[in-house]
Nanobody, 127 residues
Framework: QVQLVESGGGLVQAGGSLRLSCEASGRTFSNYAMGWFRQAPGKEREVVAT????????YYSDSVKGRFTISRDNAKKTVNLQMNSLKPEDTAVYYC????????????????????WGQGTQVTVSS
């Protein structure tokens, strides 16, 4: 089982930046992909960005591509999400996610593949 603790988030004006961090404990961190998801009120949880075990390959949803950057530090067991040029539609609760132990995908793209969630952190972008 993986435990995930998030930090960062908050209130920012449109066009601003925020950085989310997630620290993992439990299973060997460098063995698996990690992801950031978000859920806005009344909407389903969706993937925002995901990174493979090595940190060399990343995937972004179309809505954040070019604005968000996911990174990881396997030595520190952390995964980060740098969010630039934020828009009001980015407002949501953001979740760090680790895959199920039996998950074999390169990226963590869907909630059904998630084995552990962080506690969630609110990001609010004002217009």
């Amino acid at each position: 089982q993986v435990q995930l603790v998030e930090s960062g988030g908050g209130l920012v004006q449109a066009g601003g930046s925020l950085r989310l961090s997630c620290e993992a404990s439990g299973r060997t961190f460098s063995n698996y992909a990690m992801g950031w998801f978000r859920q806005a009120p009344g909407k389903e949880r969706e993937v925002v960005a995901t990174i493979d075990w090595s940190g060399r390959r990343t995937y972004y949803s179309d809505s954040v591509k070019g604005r968000f950057t996911i990174s990881r530090d396997n030595a520190k067991k952390t995964v980060n999400l740098q969010m630039n040029s934020l828009k009001p539609e980015d407002t949501a609760v953001y979740y760090c996610a680790a895959p199920r132990p039996d998950y074999i995908g390169t990226y963590l793209l869907e909630p059904k593949g998630v084995g552990s969630w962080g506690q969630g952190t609110q990001v609010t972008v004002s217009s």
